[in-house]
């Protein structure tokens, strides 16, 4: 009996030794609920020692992990706190919070907010690892976490405003509106920069609890305001290339501008036939043309050429790697950033006028309703008979047909090296019946489109009229007419036929290789709380049938009221973003099932893998391997997506440094989106946007009603709504922060003549700085397909650009 008490005194005392033992383990992972531990690893910052004892620790690790008080995960355990740990990339959206978008989110997942403390340093941009609580701690329940480990850092450098504090050192501002940091400078790393002056800082240590970030001048851009500074420091920004490498120039000069007869000989000779370009007054780079033929049949056959560029830029050469890496040319407002240098894309490569150039062709022979009769595709040579501008070409098909104007075959001496044209009447009548013919079937095959689903966004391209130094005297809206439809609908028709035409060479799967541009069908999700926002405007969206044609319905319905632009800003924002794929799934916004980039490889390199492509199996080859080219396309996504975010920044500076002009004025606008931090509001006389800050409105105390798209007061009730005619007075322009600050003077009611509702001036608490709401600004890629070109180094008009 002695015994057998003296064995259960030892097992109790055996089970308390384990029991405490794993409840120190237990609390150890609670303090450092945050981190997680390998075996190894935990054993040594709890200081075990010997073999016997850390085998000891396993088991109990293991015991508790089999309870399900510690999870595993990559060989490490961590205490299960009821936090989700997830990683994603943080954007830093204010200066009192962030949200983390999750990497593999879910359909319907949000982002999960952050606040500014719980960053652990991040910046905007990073890839970092959170842990999601359990519940929202915020009124709007939004999933909320904290960021527990910076996986990877984005930035290496970054652009900014250097502001000299002492002899011995200064400190960097940057330019990026969600980077809050300032960079601090020592003396002996100032690189010869001066106060004031726009910078290239190189980041030489991360922010870390307690301490500041530290970054060395790399490169002085010169002094900030200074319109090319301004422009560098926007391509900088982006990490987007402002010069071309030396052996790339000298490639590009030493290819011969001279056209080998031999080459000629390989070429379907279109120099015979008429053929001209219609680009903007101010481009230099004419990367495609039409020719047109009256057939006996009374058939039309028409060329849809464009510039040979891969005849001249061969792979694996310094010119193709530099096009690659570009993989697009890039618009800014007052200069074009070519992705080939000026030999190719304005030279030998750009159809102009009076020249025999090398082309990559697709011909087509239509009846008088469009519908293709024949087509080919394959390498020619063509002469431009002349170049027109849009606005050259818009008055001749405003202008009325005569019988005088009639097609008739006449004779003309021909040119040297040419075989006589088929059509040759004098230009001031022939070409009115050439652009009215082509015109005539260009609306019947957008019809078809519109037909067969294509969504029809009319949206606004912002343009500029600048002095020669680059200020902007005045900022309006580009009206698109007859002459850019035109163009793209032949645009449009070589690139959808080029792709049918690839993927129909080979009948069976794997089908061959091709680069497409793609366009997803609308998320329902995102589609139904556009739907329910048109309905407070009594505009109905239908999101369960034919969603391309209710839409299209609306954007008729809406046109010309005062929120048609508003609207179909939404009406984009709630798409998916075109891209470049392997993967031939069509394009939504087209209605097409199978469309590519075909026309327009001087300034994007996926027109360059097509026109590689088309001329491989054109050759009879086998198809190549499809990852390689899905790599090259989703590099191409990403830089152009780079391209657009450097757009719309040169765009907003101009519109700041425009609106400078104008502090003090009083403008009609619309509210274009609500936060918690402010009201934007959108100017249409200016093509400008602003915003009220809440911390400004004195009458009341405004909170956001998200769902809704909507402020309320909390002590009046009134109420401010995505879409309201508001009255607003431009306080301030800030260029360097590339913002406009608003007064609020009145909501206005609907009609020609409104009422206003003044706001009163009493003061009352701040509006709060913590979440983005409803109708928060995400830009779009805008444009289109016809509007795609502007000269090297001149002062062309900025415009927003669509890439379908």
């Not at 405490?20 to 450092?32: G, T, W």
């Not at 019947?444 to 949206?459: C, I, M, P």
């Not at 046109?559 to 632009?565: A, D, R, S, V």
Request: hydrophobic share 35%; aromatic share 8%; net charge neutral.
């Amino acid at each position: 009996m002695k015994k057998n008490s003296q064995e259960k005194h030892t097992a109790s005392k055996e089970e308390r030794f384990i029991t405490q033992l794993k409840a120190e383990i237990h609390s150890f992972f609670d303090i450092n609920y945050n981190e997680s531990f390998t075996i190894s690893e935990l054993c040594d910052r709890m200081d075990v020692r010997g073999k016997s004892l850390r085998e000891i620790y396993r088991l109990m690790i293991e015991e508790l992990h089999e309870d399900g008080k510690l999870l595993f995960e990559n060989g490490k355990y961590q205490i299960d706190t009821g936090l989700k740990f997830r990683t994603g990339r943080l954007e830093h959206v204010n200066k009192n919070f962030g949200f983390v978008v999750l990497d593999n989110a879910q359909e319907g997942e949000a982002d999960v907010y952050v606040p500014t403390e719980n960053l652990n340093t991040a910046l905007d941009g990073d890839q970092v690892k959170i842990s999601i609580w359990k519940g929202s701690r915020r009124s709007n329940f939004r999933p909320e976490g904290e960021v527990i480990e910076v996986v990877q850092r984005i930035r290496k450098e970054l652009v900014g405003t250097f502001e000299q504090m002492s002899p011995k050192y200064g400190f960097v501002y940057p330019d990026n509106r969600r980077v809050y940091n300032s960079f601090f400078v020592r003396s002996e790393d100032f690189n010869g920069v001066q106060d004031g002056q726009k910078v290239i800082v190189e980041i030489t240590k991360f922010p870390t609890e307690g301490q500041r970030a530290e970054g060395k001048v790399k490169i002085v851009l010169g002094d900030a305001g200074d319109n090319d500074t301004e422009m560098h420091a926007i391509l900088a920004e982006f990490g987007l290339p402002n010069e071309f490498p030396a052996q790339v120039d000298a490639e590009a000069n030493a290819i011969s501008e001279k056209i080998q007869i031999k080459e000629i000989k390989k070429r379907r000779d279109f120099r015979p036939i008429t053929t001209f370009t219609i680009d903007p007054a101010d481009a230099k780079d004419f990367d495609d043309a039409l020719s047109i033929e009256y057939l006996d049949n009374g058939n039309i056959r028409v060329g849809v050429h464009i510039a040979d560029v891969t005849h001249y830029i061969q792979p694996n050469t310094e010119l193709e790697k530099e096009a690659y890496m570009r993989a697009t040319s890039v618009y800014l407002v007052d200069r074009t950033v070519p992705m080939l240098p000026e030999k190719l894309s304005n030279n030998l490569c750009s159809l102009r006028p009076n020249e025999d150039k090398l082309t990559f062709s697709a011909v087509f022979e239509l009846d008088e309703q469009a519908r293709i009769k024949e087509e080919w595709f394959g390498r020619t040579i063509i002469h431009s008979d002349r170049r027109f501008s849009y606005e050259e070409a818009q008055e001749l098909l405003e202008s009325e047909l005569t019988p005088d104007t009639e097609v008739e075959v006449q004779s003309q001496e021909p040119v040297k090296g040419r075989k006589k044209k088929a059509t040759a009447l004098p230009p001031s009548t022939n070409f009115t019946q050439h652009l009215h013919v082509l015109n005539d079937l260009a609306k019947k095959l957008r019809d078809e489109r519109f037909r067969k689903g294509a969504v029809n966004f009319e949206t606004v391209e912002v343009k500029f009229r600048l002095d020669e130094n680059g200020k902007p005297l005045e900022v309006y809206q580009k009206v698109r007419k007859d002459a850019h439809k035109l163009i793209e609908e032949f645009m449009l028709l070589a690139n959808k036929r080029v792709a049918e035409f690839v993927f129909n060479l080979r009948k069976e799967e794997p089908r061959n290789t091709m680069v497409y541009r793609i366009h997803e069908a609308p998320d329902k999700d995102r589609l139904k709380t556009f739907a329910d926002f048109a309905l407070r405007f009594g505009y109905q969206v239908n999101v369960e049938g034919n969603i391309s044609s209710s839409l299209n319905n609306m954007m008729t319905a809406v046109e010309g009221k005062p929120e048609q632009n508003l609207m179909e800003n939404l009406a984009i924002r709630t798409m998916a973003k075109a891209r470049y794929s392997t993967e031939e799934i069509g394009h939504f916004g087209l209605a097409f099932s199978h469309y590519s980039h075909f026309t327009s490889p001087i300034r994007r390199y996926p027109d360059m893998m097509a026109h590689r492509l088309l001329q491989h199996y054109l050759d009879g080859k086998e198809s190549p391997n499809k990852n390689e080219f899905e790599g090259r396309c989703k590099h191409s996504s990403e830089r152009e997506k780079m391209a657009a975010e450097a757009e719309r920044a040169s765009i907003k500076y101009k519109q700041v440094e425009f609106m400078q002009t104008r502090e003090g004025e009083v403008f009609t606008g619309m509210v274009s989106g609500v936060t918690e931090f402010g009201v934007f509001v959108e100017i249409k006389e200016t093509a400008s946007e602003g915003m009220v800050r809440l911390s400004e409105l004195k009458d009341d105390y405004y909170e956001l009603d998200e769902a809704n798209y909507r402020l309320i007061g909390q002590r009046s009730g009134r109420i401010i709504n995505f879409g309201d005619r508001v009255q607003v007075k431009v306080m301030e322009a800030n260029l360097s922060r590339r913002t406009i600050d608003l007064e609020l003077l009145g909501i206005m009611s609907t009609g020609e003549a409104p009422r206003m509702k003044p706001l009163p001036r009493s003061t009352g608490r701040s509006g709060r700085n913590e979440s983005r709401g409803g109708g928060g600004r995400k830009s779009s890629s805008r444009g289109n397909e016809s509007s795609r070109k502007s000269g090297n180094g001149g002062k062309p008009e900025a415009k927003g650009r669509k890439r379908r």
